[in-house]
């Protein structure tokens, strides 16, 4: 009969086992090293998605601004509009005269000074002191 001895048999099992084990850490090992490539892809995607975002964020930023300007703009044209009705018969090159008698006309339908001043392109003082004028003028 053979005798096979206690060391043998525990080699006989601890080998294959060790063998078994060091093939499984290989493989992990393996799969691991994907893994963190995977996620190194993923990370700069991540991060060029996110720039992305911030650039789309940034665009939509500035549109809500300037769509605001422009509604601001809308709203600044509708309120100049009728001084502007007013303002087209004179123009820069008419005489100080035609200046003054439009001024009369302005005055007569109950503008104030400062409206005068802005549609005829002038300093309030000026408006002022030709409504003074013209109101001395009137009484002569």
Do not use: C, W
């Amino acid at each position: 009969m053979v005798q096979i001895a206690y060391s043998q048999i525990l080699l006989v099992i601890l080998v294959p086992l060790f063998v078994a084990a060091l093939a499984y850490y290989y493989s992990l090992n393996k799969k691991h090293k994907e893994l963190n490539l995977k996620y190194e892809e993923l990370r700069k995607a991540f991060y060029t998605l996110e720039g992305k975002y911030t650039e789309l964020n940034d665009k939509i930023a500035m549109s809500a601004t300037f769509s605001e300007s422009l509604k601001q703009a809308a709203v600044t044209t509708s309120l100049q509009t009728p001084r502007m009705r007013h303002q087209a018969p004179v123009k820069p090159a008419d005489s100080k005269t035609q200046k003054y008698q439009h001024l009369q006309s302005l005055s007569a339908s109950g503008m104030a000074a400062a409206e005068i001043a802005s549609i005829l392109s002038i300093s309030n003082h000026e408006a002022e002191q030709m409504l003074s004028l013209a109101k001395i003028a009137n009484k002569n």
